[in-house]
């Protein structure tokens, strides 16, 4: 019995003074191993939160958005319409791309620091920022020339045939003039705000 815990302690010691000291060719392959291992858990952890940062879910997680924003956008095309195709929050306010993603999540930790002080925590906050807080959505969509409405509206694929007569006759005038999709269409999921002149 006495034998068989020395030797557990001597194997322990051996893997410990390895460890502590190990010979060149062994302690580069363990690094190696080591940074490979902490790169991928890293890696994984850090699109896992992206990707979950993404859902209909976390964005209904603030009663803000749920009791607010939510309930505009439920009566809106974008939620249900004859053809059955949905679009969800983070379609229309978080770009695809990597980096453009990368830079809507930074700005959007703004978000979550109003959500912690309250700043819009009931209907008359909302309301009283709700201009406000279009205009930086807008602003932002204009400067990346509609990004995330062309994500599923492509001009090269509308068949103006099946288009209302005024859409039928805007639409090409305004893609000639390179007018961005949110010039025309504001108060498309959402109402327009108290307050907003075109």
Not at 3 to 19: A, P, Q, V, Y
Not at 22 to 48: D, E, H, M, Q, R
Request: with cysteine; aromatic share 10%; glycine share 4%.
């Amino acid at each position: 019995m006495n034998n068989s815990s020395d030797n557990c302690r001597g194997f322990i010691c051996r893997i410990w003074r390895t460890l502590k000291s190990p010979p060149s060719k062994t302690s580069l392959g363990l690094l190696i191993v080591i940074v490979f291992t902490a790169t991928s858990l890293f890696w994984a952890g850090f699109n896992y939160s992206m990707e979950a940062t993404n859902t209909e879910e976390f964005c209904l997680s603030c009663h803000e958005m749920e009791n607010y924003a939510f309930e505009e956008y439920k009566a809106s095309n974008h939620y249900t319409n004859r053809s059955g195709v949905r679009t969800t929050c983070s379609d229309c306010h978080v770009p695809k791309s990597w980096p453009h993603k990368i830079a809507r999540k930074i700005k959007s930790t703004k978000d979550v620091w109003h959500t912690m002080v309250g700043t819009i925590d009931t209907r008359e906050k909302y309301e009283a920022m709700r201009l406000k807080m279009a205009e930086s959505v807008w602003a932002d969509m204009e400067a990346s020339d509609s990004r995330e409405c062309r994500n599923c509206h492509d001009y090269s694929y509308m068949n103006f045939e099946k288009q209302g007569e005024d859409a039928a006759e805007v639409h090409p005038e305004g893609f000639d003039a390179e007018v961005t999709c949110i010039e025309c269409h504001k108060g498309l999921a959402h109402k327009l705000p108290e307050g907003y002149e075109e």
